[in-house]
């Protein structure tokens, strides 16, 4: 699609305010705040010393950058910049096409608080939304203008992928549908959902690996927490079930103690509070553990459904108190 010469100048003023944007974004938020995941990642960048726990990418990434600025500063940067980078080079290729509003509707919709306000907490999650949206914004450079990536743009837009598909466990769910979409090929609906289930289970084999032996994270147990959740999450509604693998005593604990809140699994790490309530079946076999979790399921749908929706509806902040915990970004690091 050729550019008329009357977009020139449109593009270069919507790429002035995307990085004026950012400018102020960051001196609105430096020198960043860390919630209390970040603060364990960054003792393992001080200590060398890596684990699973949290995807190690992140910290990877965080230990690379240190020698630019102390504390979470240089990651603040980083999430931001991707940020706006992702965001201006979208409303910049919607500029040059001709659609003025549509561009400076992106710019907007990147001011909304509970986008940008979350965007200057250093968060893993965070660091996954600048990454996706930079690269996002590098294919939407060139594919709303109706051309094809030019070849040196490819090993940014991988690296960003893969930093986004490393950096949550469950990243993968989300980037590999991105990528399947805007990928030129295959074109029938049934194959990119055929390409898309392949490459989510060869990303979900090929993580650990990429982790445990190219990140070189030590194995924390973290692969069992999603089972012990839903397990005493079924087990709290269902009290007189078999099929959760907790004892009648323990389900009774887990009830008592509010070990299975919606909003986090906290309560079921914390070994002064439900830890040990679980560690009988935290010894279990990883495989093991989850084929009690679809046994548990199959036999309880309403009462898994019910836990997974409460955790959704908590999680997005959608029908709950107006004081909720984490409602709002941060003002101060933990």
């Known amino acids: 699609m050729p550019i008329e010469p009357a977009a020139r100048p449109r593009q270069h003023y919507i790429a002035i305010a995307a990085a004026a944007l950012c400018i102020s974004s960051l001196a609105v938020f430096w020198p960043g705040t860390a919630m209390y995941d970040t603060v364990a990642q960054y003792r393992q960048v001080l200590s060398g010393v890596y684990d699973d726990w949290h995807p190690p990418a992140m910290a990877r990434v965080w230990a690379l950058l240190a020698a630019f600025g102390p504390g979470a500063t240089p990651m603040l940067v980083l999430q931001l910049v991707t940020y706006w980078l992702g965001l201006g080079l979208i409303a910049a290729a919607l500029g040059r096409v001709g659609r003025s509003r549509s561009a400076v509707a992106i710019l907007a919709i990147g001011l909304l608080p509970p986008f940008l306000g979350w965007q200057g907490v250093v968060l ?173 399921a199959l036999h309880h749908p309403i009462a898994s459904a019910g836990h997974r929706l409460a955790h959704l509806n908590s999680t997005d902040r959608w029908l709950v108190p107006f004081h909720w915990s984490s409602a709002a970004p941060p003002a101060a690091s933990e």
Request: proline residues 8%; glycine residues 6%.
């Open 124 to 296: 893993k999650d965070a660091q996954l939304a600048g990454a996706l949206l930079a690269a996002v914004g590098i294919i939407g450079w060139w594919r709303l203008a109706r051309r094809p990536l030019p070849g040196a743009t490819l090993v940014p837009v991988a690296l960003l992928l893969a930093y986004a598909v490393l950096i949550r466990a469950n990243a993968v769910f989300i980037v590999v549908p991105l990528l399947v979409t805007l990928a030129p090929r295959p074109i029938h609906p049934v194959a990119k959902l055929a390409t898309g289930l392949l490459a989510v289970v060869l990303v979900l084999g090929v993580a650990p690996v990429v982790n445990h032996r190219l990140l070189r994270a030590q194995p924390s147990g973290v692969e069992a927490t999603q089972a012990l959740y839903d397990l005493a999450g079924i087990a709290a509604r269902v009290p007189t079930s078999e099929t959760t693998g907790l004892t009648q005593s323990e389900t009774a604990t887990v009830i008592a103690k509010r070990c299975a809140k919606p909003f986090f699994w906290d309560p079921l790490g914390d070994e002064a509070h439900c830890g040990t309530t679980m560690a009988r079946l935290r010894a279990l076999p990883i495989g093991t553990l989850y084929v009690t979790l679809a046994s548990a």
